[in-house]
């Protein structure tokens, strides 16, 4: 990482900035079927096992449902790759996307190796 994007951190900052590595996120929103009765279905016999799938296969190393139902959020999801192709085809083959009932955004993010949730 170059010092000259962080050209007023200091130099402790540094040293912890330099493990720092890129990942690919997703940002599921509610698609235009996230309302329909079948949706729950969904989510629970498909999405969910589709999920835990990439996990065990340390595909996404993190994924937190959003449950504040007054935003268009769903989800937001941490893969373990740079590569944005091979995270869109993971998504495209999600049965919930498939359905309707989330749409994604495909990003990249930084993230410091080795951090986890308390």
Known sequence: MS?????????E???KLASIKPYVLVVLTKGENYGLS????????EHLPYIFEQRRDNQMVLTMP????????A???IYNT?????????????PAIMAGVFNYEIVT????PGDKLP
Not at 3 to 11: D, T
Not at 38 to 45: A, L, N, V
Not at 66 to 73: A, F, I, R
């Open 3 to 11: 010092n000259s994007a962080f050209q007023f951190a200091s130099p």
């Open 13 to 15: 900052t540094l040293t």
């Open 38 to 45: 079948d949706t729950p279905r969904i989510i629970q016999s």
């Open 66 to 73: 959003v449950m504040d139902n007054s935003t268009n959020l």
């Open 75 to 77: 989800a937001v999801a």
């Open 82 to 94: 740079t590569d944005k192709d091979e995270v869109k085809h993971l998504m495209d083959k999600d």
């Open 109 to 112: 993010g930084m993230g410091l």
